[in-house]
C-alpha cells in the first residue's frame, strides 16, 4: 500500500472526501519528503521528464485548457487516482492553473461549483484560481 500525502506539507489540500492532492509551482524547489505515484502537469509546453506516472495538459499561463474535454478527463482521472496514492498537480507557479484544476476536484469530490474558488483559496492558496475566466471555468465544471 502506498503511504498518501502527510495532510500538514506544504501544498498538501485535502478535499472534503478525505483525499489528499498536492499543488506547487514548478518554477520553484520541490517540496522535501516523498514524491509523487502521479502528476498532472498544466502548461503551455510539454513539461520536463519525471520519474513517476504523469500526465500532461497542454495549458498556457493565464488562459484555459487547450482542450476542455482532455483537461476534465485528466481531472478526472487524477480524483479517482487520489484515494490510493500521491497524486500532485503543477504548473509554473502553482497559483493560477494549479488553483483552477484543484478547484475543478474539489467539484468532483463534491463541493458546489459556485463555493470551489473560495473552498481552494481558503485551504490551498489565497490567491489560488487568478483569472476571471478560470474562476467561470470551474463555477460552469461539471
Not at 502506498?2 to 485535502?14: F, K, Y
Not at 472534503?16 to 522535501?32: A, D, F, K
Not at 488553483?99 to 467539484?107: K, P, S
Request: glycine share 10%; aromatic share 10%.
Amino acid at each position: 500500500m502506498i503511504e498518501l500525502w502527510n495532510s500538514s506539507a506544504p501544498g498538501v489540500l485535502r478535499l472534503p472526501s478525505g483525499r489528499l492532492v498536492r499543488g506547487r509551482g514548478l518554477r520553484r524547489t520541490p517540496p522535501t519528503g516523498p514524491e509523487p505515484t502521479y502528476g498532472l502537469y498544466l502548461l503551455g509546453k510539454q513539461p520536463p521528464a519525471v520519474s513517476w506516472e504523469s500526465r500532461w495538459v497542454r495549458w498556457p499561463d493565464f488562459r484555459l485548457p487547450a482542450d476542455r474535454a482532455d483537461a476534465a478527463d485528466a481531472f478526472r482521472e487524477a480524483w479517482h487516482r487520489a484515494e490510493t496514492e500521491r497524486v500532485e498537480l503543477a504548473c509554473g507557479g502553482g497559483i493560477g492553473r494549479t488553483g483552477t484544476a484543484l478547484a475543478c476536484l474539489a467539484v468532483l469530490d463534491g463541493v458546489p461549483g459556485a463555493e470551489a474558488v473560495a473552498y481552494v483559496r481558503e485551504h490551498y492558496a489565497r490567491r489560488a484560481v487568478e483569472t476571471p475566466w478560470q474562476r467561470r471555468f470551474v463555477t460552469r465544471f461539471e
